[in-house]
């Protein structure tokens, strides 16, 4: 980029380029060089989250997450079509996509993160998500269940074995993969009221919270679980 005197650039510009500077004195004496300068954008996204949005399901259960249900406002340096976007699920991971579905009828903090390609430090907001069932499509589901100490270490239930609590369970419904924790009573009873997709196999993976159960005893999968009130036990060692 041959110029003289002062040069602006701006988003258009931004990565690397060669400049060739001039200098000329009062009597028409010039001499060049060359630099190579980069182009950044370091200013990030001023982002502002909504308190509370309402998310309705559709017809079929389901909503794609976008940043209009989270996002208030949203002002960048540079041109917004290139922003990007990454959403937080209920199991606190952020992906680049995001369903809403049955499991997740209720109110939910979720955070959006928002960055452009020119690596800007990731910016973040929260708001307060309603997601609501209007089409009532959605089918209510009751899973319950007590956790027992396995007293002989066969990860089987016997007759001997008294509930054990309060123990951290994470119940995740593998229609969406949502895990919801729970903590069961001091007897190891739990209950845990949902929602599912009628016309899916309602499926959940069970998973104690207790060190070692995984290689112990596995995580009980409770599969084709019939439609409305369903138990599953289990034995922790």
């Known amino acids: 980029i041959p110029f003289s005197g002062p040069l602006l650039v701006d988003c ?3 990565g690397w380029h060669i400049m060739t500077c001039t200098a000329t004195d009062d009597a ?3 001499s060049t060089c060359t630099v190579d300068v980069l182009v950044e954008d370091k200013i990030p996204p001023l982002l502002i989250c909504r308190d509370t949005t309402t998310v309705y399901l559709s017809a079929d259960g389901q909503v794609l997450a976008t940043p209009n249900i989270y996002l208030d406002t949203l002002v960048d340096n540079c041109p917004t079509d290139s922003i990007g976007y990454t959403y937080e699920n209920l199991n606190g991971e952020f992906v680049d996509s995001l369903w809403f579905t ?3 009828i209720g109110g939910h903090p979720l955070s959006i993160e928002v960055f452009d390609p020119n690596g800007v430090t990731v910016q973040a907001c929260t708001t307060f998500v309603i997601i609501q069932d209007t089409f009532n499509f959605c089918t209510p589901f009751t899973l319950s269940g007590q956790v027992y100490q396995d007293n002989v270490e066969n990860c089987q239930f016997d007759s001997n074995e008294t509930g054990v609590g309060p123990i951290e369970l994470l119940i995740t419904n ?3 993969g949502v895990g919801q924790p729970i903590t069961t009573s001091t007897d190891g009873t739990y209950t845990l009221n949902t929602y599912v997709d009628p016309n ?3 499926d959940f993976a069970i998973a104690p919270q207790v060190p ?3 290689t112990t005893c596995g995580n009980p999968l409770l599969a084709n679980a ?3 009130t369903t ?3 289990l034995d922790i060692p």
């Open 12 to 14: 258009d510009d931004l």
């Open 28 to 30: 028409g004496n010039s």
């Open 102 to 104: 049955c499991s997740q």
């Open 174 to 176: 593998l229609q969406d």
């Open 200 to 202: 899916a196999p309602i």
């Open 212 to 214: 070692d159960y995984a």
């Open 226 to 228: 019939p439609m409305g």
């Open 231 to 233: 138990s599953a036990s």
